[in-house]
Nanobody, 125 residues
């Protein structure tokens, strides 16, 4: 199974980008999906997630109200719509997935066993 992230790029502060993450090589539901990011010199941090059951979404406080995560089960693709971007959002964004994530571990990168290659998002002033 490969997760293929795309949609990153260079955008001015206040702009928008939409990231996509397609799961190649598998079908079926039962996966929790998440986005993490890693800025220069920083640790990987949680951005957003959709739990496998119920489809509820969860967001880091830093992106709440600006980012929206969604999932298209038919296409095995998850999206991250990012609006009102700031310089602090500059990072490599990674998508992740797992069938074994429990709700209390949803924000931990160690809970996921499938990862995309990352897509660079750069926000300029």
């Amino acid at each position: 199974v490969q997760l293929q992230a795309s949609g990153g790029g260079l955008v001015q502060a206040g702009g928008s980008l939409r990231l996509s993450c397609a799961a190649a090589g598998r079908t079926g539901s039962g996966y929790s999906n998440a986005w993490f990011r890693q800025g220069p010199g920083k640790e990987r941090e949680f951005v957003a997630a959709i739990f496998r059951s119920g489809g509820n979404t969860y967001y880091a406080d830093s992106v709440k109200g600006r980012f929206t995560m969604s999932r298209n089960n038919a296409e095995n693709t998850v999206y991250l719509q990012m609006n009102s971007l700031t310089i602090e959002d500059t990072a490599v964004y990674y998508c992740a997935a797992s069938r074994r994530v429990i709700l209390s571990s949803l924000t931990s990168p160690y809970a996921y066993d499938e990862w995309g290659q990352g897509t660079q998002v750069t926000v300029s002033s």
